[in-house]
């Protein structure tokens, strides 16, 4: 043939998902298309009272083994793979009664739903298509003459151009749908590997690989002249994959991943102990606090750095009501994120009409195990996530004075933070918010230095002459190598420190923090963020 145009006369169907599955089949047949199927998917078309040929029909072969084996067939994958224009194919397919098959339509069983919901090896092992994915590569690999349908959404795209072209399809729109195909197989084979991976505890198989599915396409990446698009792995974790978008503008690349930071670092803060809010300007949170409601907890965020607040990202780990809704909308904001919100608070960010309001539906859990994937040249680097948690950790005193009981409610709320922010970090906190963050400098003593320039900074912004690190205390994520950033914070006013220890300089630190009456405690735990 020398147009690209193939009619579809024969179309093998073969579903989990049975959405739209008779409205597709009726419109098929009435084009004339002969339907063949298999085992559910063919009783739900003939339960339509459309004519429908088993699969079992077609190669003169029963299922068996439980459906195991089913469409492992020759005449199954020679209709596949036949090629039309290729004489030595059609020789084949006629000796061997092999019927060309020109639509596939699969989708595979549902292994990642039941890894989700938490069913036993057996079962997730049972949920994993063999039959599916082999037809698949076989008609994307020949879709010169085969078209291949693994998603839903594609059905009234393939009916409207048969509907153009009297019952065919061009190479363009095959084309694409066998792109589509084989990243359905790949992601597929990415999430059976990666579960199978942690089954057996194996932190790095010789073979990794990670998929995922368009939630949308953005407008551009960090800058304008970066392409970029959302993916969702279908981890089960709440968060901006997760959320619903009640109102706003479209998500942009830099909200997303400063969203994501938001949420994860709001999620350190148990709601059930206390309401807490975190506000991030550029991946950083620039204030994040404890209060006795989630207004109360914001507006001592905001108390923080209202400048770098402006046009930043909050999130809260508990329903946004009314009075929290009403303040955030006083400054520019671009986005909310929350396990859920009131219908009055929904209104109220109604009235900014460009804000976007997430909806999470929880919170992540913050021990939960998972991957956590940054790309580098030629490479991509696997970590497990961060879900190291202070209220786990073996606390040490290191110093002469042991913390006050306030002081260390402190210290642990600020090593939760330092866990957010990027290295090298430094916060001082107090009553349970941050007054001064200092985050991603080469070295820990500028960090300090910046944090408490912060809080000069914010007390000036309030009127006040005393900057708020008096008396508070300080985290670092990682071991203070020297004493001079102890120093710098102690000047600043901290009267207690939190920090991992191991330095070779532990005991230097350690006699600065006597000789100034500062308490200091080991976590034995170091907080990187890179």
């Known amino acids: 043939m020398t147009s ?52 079992a029909d077609l190669t003169d072969f029963p299922e068996m083994m439980d459906g195991r084996v089913k469409t492992l067939h020759p005449k199954v994958h020679g209709g596949l793979l036949g090629i039309r224009d290729n004489a030595e194919h059609k020789q084949a397919m006629q000796s061997h009664g092999i019927k060309p098959i020109d639509l596939l339509v699969v989708n595979l069983y549902p292994f990642e739903a039941t890894v989700a919901k938490g069913a ?58 066998a792109a589509k195909a084989y990243a359905r197989t790949g992601t597929y084979d990415s999430a059976i590997s990666n579960w199978f991976a942690d089954q057996l505890h194996d932190n790095a198989p010789t073979f990794r690989s990670f998929g995922g599915k368009l939630v949308e396409a953005l407008r551009y990446g960090e800058n304008p002249h970066q392409s970029a698009a959302f993916y969702a792995t279908g981890e089960k974790r709440f968060g901006v994959a997760s959320a619903r978008q009640v ?23 148990d709601p059930a102990r206390t309401p807490a809010c975190v506000i991030v300007k550029h991946a950083n949170p620039c204030g994040v606090a404890e209060g006795s409601s989630l207004l109360e907890a914001y507006k001592k965020a905001l108390a923080c750095d209202s400048t770098s607040a402006f046009g930043g990202i909050v999130a809260l780990n508990g329903k946004l009501e009314a009075d929290a809704a009403r303040a955030i ?43 956590m994937v940054k790309s580098v040249a030629g490479g991509l680097l696997v970590q497990s996530h961060d879900n190291a948690v202070v209220d786990d950790m073996q606390m040490k005193v290191a110093t002469k004075r042991k913390p006050t009981d306030a002081e260390m409610r402190d210290l642990a709320f600020a090593f939760r933070v330092a866990k957010h922010v990027k290295s090298n970090t430094i916060i001082y906190a107090k009553d349970r918010a941050t007054v001064g963050i200092g985050a991603g400098q080469m070295s820990r ?7 408490a320039r912060k809080a000069q900074d914010a007390a000036a912004e309030a ?67 890179h």
């Open 120 to 177: 036993n090896f057996e079962d997730c092992i049972e949920n994993i298509d063999i039959g599916g994915p082999a037809m698949i590569r076989a008609a994307a690999k020949n879709h010169d003459d085969v078209a291949v349908i693994v998603d839903a959404a594609d059905y009234a795209p393939l009916l409207a151009e048969m509907k153009a072209n009297s019952g065919a399809t061009a190479l363009a729109l095959r084309k694409s749908l």
């Open 329 to 371: 909308t006083e400054i520019f904001t671009e986005v909310i994120i929350a396990p859920d919100a009131s219908e009055e608070a929904i209104s109220i960010v109604g009235a900014k009409r460009n804000l976007r309001l997430l909806l999470a539906g929880g919170l992540p859990d913050r021990r939960a195990p998972g991957l």
């Open 445 to 451: 003593v500028d960090s300090a230095r910046i944090a």
């Open 247 to 269: 109102q706003g503008k479209q998500l942009s690349y830099n909200n997303i991943n400063d969203t994501d930071a938001a949420y994860e670092c709001v999620a350190e803060f």
């Open 463 to 529: 009127g006040s002459s005393e900057p708020m690190t008096r008396g508070s205390v300080v985290a670092s994520d990682a071991f203070f190598p020297f004493a001079d950033g102890l120093l710098v914070a102690i000047e600043a006013g901290a009267t207690a420190v939190i920090q991992p220890g191991g330095s070779m300089r532990d005991d230097e630190v350690i006699k600065a923090a006597d000789e100034h009456n500062v308490a200091m405690v080991f976590t034995g735990t170091r907080h990187f963020r």
């Open 4 to 55: 690209s145009l193939r009619r579809i006369e024969r179309a093998l169907i073969s579903v989990s998902d049975k959405n739209g599955l008779i409205d597709f089949a009726r419109a098929l047949s009435d084009f004339g298309v002969e339907l063949v199927s298999t085992g559910g998917t063919a009783k739900a078309i003939a339960d339509a009272g459309l004519k429908v040929i088993d699969v």
